[in-house]
């Protein structure tokens, strides 16, 4: 498995590292480059309805998975507790699927 750092910034740098998180807080986002080495910024923000962050003082879990369909590489991979665990990448209908899922719950989250 690979192994990733992690830096606590206010802003999200203009240059980002590979296999470094940068984490802000006060913005509530996660922005990384795509752990396949295609060199795209993956960009996650914190929220209720989108990803959620984990710290335990030494490691950080980002949860659900990432996946990167919008990306040539569509890459789809876990951060838990600083480590990269690869999964398969997801078929269309399976995209799809996820796709509506996510956009219900933004709207039974938000309306209610």
């Not at 659900?64 to 600083?82: L, T, V």
């Not at 078929?91 to 899922?101: A, F, H, T, V």
Request: aromatic residues 14%.
């Amino acid at each position: 498995m690979t192994t990733i750092t992690y830096k606590f910034v206010e802003y999200i740098p203009e240059e980002i590292q590979e296999k470094i998180i940068y984490i802000s807080i006060e913005y509530k986002t996660v922005v990384h480059k795509c752990i396949c080495g295609c060199g795209n910024r993956v960009v996650t923000p914190i929220s209720p309805t989108d990803w959620q962050l984990t710290f335990d003082g030494k490691t950080v879990t980002l949860d659900p998975s990432i996946g990167n369909w919008n990306f040539k590489c569509q890459s789809h991979y876990f951060i838990i507790k600083n480590k990269i665990r690869r999964v398969r990448k997801w078929l269309k209908s399976e995209i799809d699927s996820g796709r509506k899922y996510d956009d219900e719950n933004k709207k039974r989250y938000y309306n209610d």
